[in-house]
């Protein structure tokens, strides 16, 4: 049923994949550092697709059947009691990405003299054709895989912890930064600019404190540096806290949209980073082009 | 260089003043965005097609 379930899930994300319109770019960045004519999410369904366990990945290099390395699903806000919150959430899987995975896909305009790196907002992004889809026509884009936007849906988990939650984002960062060094390699002509909308602005502002800034430009679009403890932990119990101008929870509202939007809260999982803000000023003196 | 584009002070969808006024400090050159918000309190551009005429000058246009 586990395998059904995986196999269902991996056959919608091609689907999805799959009717994007205009797909001129289709080399992938294989972990041995070549490239290889072929869809990353193609590749990506082939190393599931590639073992007869549920639980277990193709390991890219070897081409052997190993566990996937599934972390543990944090949920930022999960505090004791209110855990129930995060378990009534129909559909949370364990991470599943081997440590070499990368995983992206090229769409628009190949020649095009610059490429956008795209980080969506939660797993289900309804409106990411707003922000960028309109730039095919202009720019080279890079959907980045996500780990929360990798296998959600399987199973549920209540052992969620801000750890946890730590190393999802790090983990996310690394995906983030294979996708840019495998562009960077295959276009170093070309100008390359980040852009995050909500998740993925708090991802983006994460990359620029973890990584440095390695971009011509960045958009950061509904995301901010960090997000207060508090407003993550009353999220997950049904308040929707808005910020202030110096960034403190000041209100909150309690709304039908609000309860609505609880769903997509595990994206608020990658936004909280110890010491954001200073190592993102750190970072800023570190430009590739300075 | 530090080439930022973001909302500011606008709830959940942007940089606060005090973190701008951080970066600004450090040497970065941060555009206000000036989006929208919607009503999962996010700050977005989609219901006005000035905003993505900026997003593409933004993209377009760096470093000339």
Known sequence: MKKFIIQTILLGLFMVFSQSPAVYAQSCQMPDGTQKEISCNVYLDQLYSACAAPDEIADAQSGKCVPIVAFKRPLMGCFEDQCDIATSYPGYSPLALTSDLASFKLEGYLNAETVVIFLQEVPDDRVADHYVQFLEEYALVAYVLQTNVAKMGIVKASDMTVEDARLEQQENLRLIHTAYTAIRAQFPEKRIVLAGHSMGAFLTLGYLAEYGNNFDRVMAMAGRVDLPLDFVRRFAIGQNFLFDHVGDVSRYEETREVREVHKFSPYLRTAYSPNAESTLLAAVGLPRYS | ?64
């Open chain 2, 1 to 64: 260089m530090l080439y930022l584009y973001s909302a500011r002070d606008e709830q959940v969808g942007g940089l606060n003043s005090q973190e701008i006024g951080f970066l600004e400090d450090k040497g970065a050159i941060v555009e206000e965005a000036g989006w929208q918000t919607d009503i999962l309190g996010h700050s977005i551009m989609l219901v006005d097609p000035k905003h993505l005429q900026r997003i593409r000058e933004f993209v377009l246009d760096a470093s000339k």
